[in-house]
């Protein structure tokens, strides 16, 4: 087991150096660069930055400096942002994005599942329906027509939410919903099918021949076989939720780390898209490893290579 | 023969599909004395298992029980509600199904699956009920009992997978055991000591043991009875050795013909019974086996025939014509 983590940390070391290289010179291949704007800075200024950033230098030797920044976790200044770090950035937006996403996650797994639950006990009757026409409803709509809808009825209609701002937790209802809305709709319509699924199982009809309460049959039986589907796409989810709220967080006007990222890659601010990339990639791969290590948990039958059967 | 642990009367279930309605059991009779292990054969769609899960009101959501009664210790199953059916389940009556690679829950180590049985029945502490599944992993035969309670069904053989089964089916002490083609999902080998291994746990704790099978050789080694089944309704029944000495319905005789006998060594082909079964969508108005009858006379068609002292047979009818060989027929 701890030989696997170390494996798999490992792993994404490699990984992370190639993604860091690949984005450093594709983003160099791009023409243009941080000092170039409309508006034309005279052309000594715009020397003396380069050269003050190191923009100047050869390609290598801005990568291998680049690199060693890295290795000290050291994401580099801003060409933007005057006196403001990558690092800073990243943590100013940080907590907002990641709230934000973890209570999507949350939302995803307390609403989503038990939706398919409800809906595969009642198979073919109305709260069947129900969970299924609004679970492909959305699927189908995208999130920031949801996020404009809601934002139309409950801020400015009912005047239940504010329209945008974090300043209580009234404020992270709706750009929670929209964000986690498709994943929400997707899990519940996984659970369903993959729980309608395990119903037929021949070890569903052993539980019930040996007397086990519906309640036991569901949830120790049924249940957690079901979730291996649904555990399989959480992963990815928990990811995207995560680093896809940019979107979300223009339309609300929220103050994450996504739109630090738009920002900066209009802006051709090397440092902070190669910042918050490297950061995303990160977190992506440690939550693919979580996803994994849940994934040996509930299924027994899946063995870490070199472990004998 | 002594007050039947299991008397089952008239059973009709049905299923309902797009289909329409399909009569899978329509009404079968036949009683399971305390300790006693009966057969129940047929082929494929015959109705046997249908019978047997509909006794245990294990039936698929579209299935129905229609009618009938099935008396266990003297009450009616089907008149009992589910809490009361749920006590009983695993608890008085046990079931061992076909295929015990599918049976067993995959994420739940065996143990578990045997621990949690006890406990849903007995009051008893959860290291009690532990001590209790060694003891049941030893009468079945699973070598080092205790370590193999923390392995997985997929850490075991096709056949250590049915000892599980049948440890766990037995972990409550059951009256009535209803083993469901125990053997046809293992290796040809491994059949026989899991048929043995029932034989001698029936015998030995007592209970009374259904066992369904399409395998004749089977029943015949280990049976006291047998109830023949086809087209959803008991053709005929009755003790092994009169019915494999003397089978008096035809389909009997034809399933007998079907199966190979070492002892014989002059070279005949074995006798298929050409023809397949009813669609039990439309079952036949007479006897289901008339289409496919070396014997079919027009009675046969035209109406069900009674149960003549044990066989479903219009030839058992007194005022019937002799058969006196294949497909001749004197007339009475």
């Known amino acids: ?309 | 023969m002594s007050v039947p642990i299991l008397s089952v009367r008239d059973l009709r279930t049905s299923f309902f599909s797009q289909r329409g309605e399909v009569q899978a059991v329509r009404g079968v009779s036949f009683d399971v004395a305390p300790g006693e292990m009966i057969g129940i054969v047929g082929e494929s769609g015959s109705g046997k298992s249908i019978t047997c899960m509909s006794i245990l009101r294990l039936l698929k959501a579209n299935g129905r029980i229609k009618g009938g009664e099935a008396l266990f210790d003297g009450r009616d199953l089907f008149k009992l509600d589910e809490d009361e059916m749920r006590d009983l389940r695993g608890n008085d009556i046990a079931v061992i199904f076909q295929d015990p690679m599918t049976s067993l829950n995959p994420t739940l180590t065996v143990g578990e699956q045997v621990i949690e049985t006890i406990l849903r029945h007995r009051r008893v502490t959860r290291t009690q009920a532990r001590q209790r599944a060694i003891e049941l992993f030893e009468l079945v035969r699973i070598p080092s009992a205790a370590a193999r309670l923390k392995s997985y069904p997929h850490e075991f053989s096709g056949g250590m997978r049915q000892r599980v089964m049948i440890a766990m089916a037995l972990s409550c002490d059951p009256k009535l055991l209803i083993a469901d083609e125990p053997t046809t999902a293992l290796d040809v080998t491994i059949q026989r000591q899991i048929l043995m291994l029932l034989k001698e746990l029936q015998t030995r704790l007592g209970m009374a043991v259904i066992l369904i099978t399409h395998d004749l050789g089977v029943i015949a080694e280990v049976t006291d009875r047998i109830v023949v089944m086809y087209g959803g309704m008991v053709m005929e029944q009755g003790d092994v050795r009169d019915l494999f000495a003397r089978p008096r319905h035809p389909y009997t005789q034809g399933l007998l013909a079907a199966v190979p006998d070492l002892r014989d060594d002059t070279h005949h082909r074995l006798t298929p019974i050409p023809g397949s079964p009813p669609d039990m969508a439309h079952p036949p108005e007479g006897c289901p086996f008339a289409p496919r009858c070396p014997h079919a006379m027009k009675q046969c068609v035209a109406a069900m025939p009674p149960l003549f002292d044990g066989a479903r047979c219009w030839l058992q009818h007194p005022e019937a014509p002799r058969v006196v060989g294949v497909n001749m027929v004197e007339a009475a």
């Open chain 1, 1 to 309: 087991m701890a030989t696997y983590v170390i494996q798999r940390l490992g792993l994404m070391l490699l990984t992370l150096f190639a993604i860091v290289t690949l984005t450093f010179f594709l983003m160099h291949a791009v023409p243009g660069g941080p000092f170039v704007s409309e508006r034309m800075l005279a052309p000594e200024i715009e020397a003396s930055l380069n050269a003050k950033f190191g923009l100047s230098d050869p390609i290598w030797l801005q990568y291998l400096h680049y690199l060693r920044g890295i290795a000290m976790f050291d994401l580099g200044p801003s060409f933007k942002y005057p006196g403001v770090s990558v690092n800073q950035m990243i943590a100013d937006g940080l907590p907002v994005t990641l709230r934000l996403g973890l209570l999507a996650v949350i939302c995803v797994v307390a609403l989503g599942v038990p939706m398919g639950i409800v809906a595969a006990l009642n198979r073919n009757k109305w709260p069947d329906t129900g969970v299924m026409l609004l679970a492909t409803m959305g699927v189908a709509i995208p999130s920031y027509v949801i996020a404009t809808v809601l934002l139309y009825v409950f801020a400015l209609k009912l005047g239940w939410v504010p329209t945008f701002g974090l300043d209580d937790w009234r404020g992270y209802i709706l750009p929670v919903l929209a964000l986690a809305g498709f994943w929400i709709s997707f899990v519940a319509r996984l659970s369903r099918s993959s729980l309608l699924e395990t119903f037929e199982q021949d070890y569903m009809t052993t539980a019930r021949a040996k007397g086990l309460r519906p309640g036991q049959v569901l949830f120790k039986h049924g249940l957690r076989n079901s979730l291996i589907p649904v555990v399989t796409v959480l992963g990815p989810v928990v990811a995207n939720l995560v680093t896809g709220s940019f979107v979300i967080e223009q339309i609300f006007a929220l103050p994450g780390i996504g739109r630090h990222f738009v920002l900066s890659i209009t802006n051709r601010d090397y440092t902070a898209i190669m910042g918050i990339t490297i950061f995303y990639a990160a977190l992506l791969m440690v939550m693919i490893l979580i996803v994994d290590l849940l994934y040996l948990w509930l299924d027994p039958r899946i063995k870490l290579s070199g472990q004998s059967a």
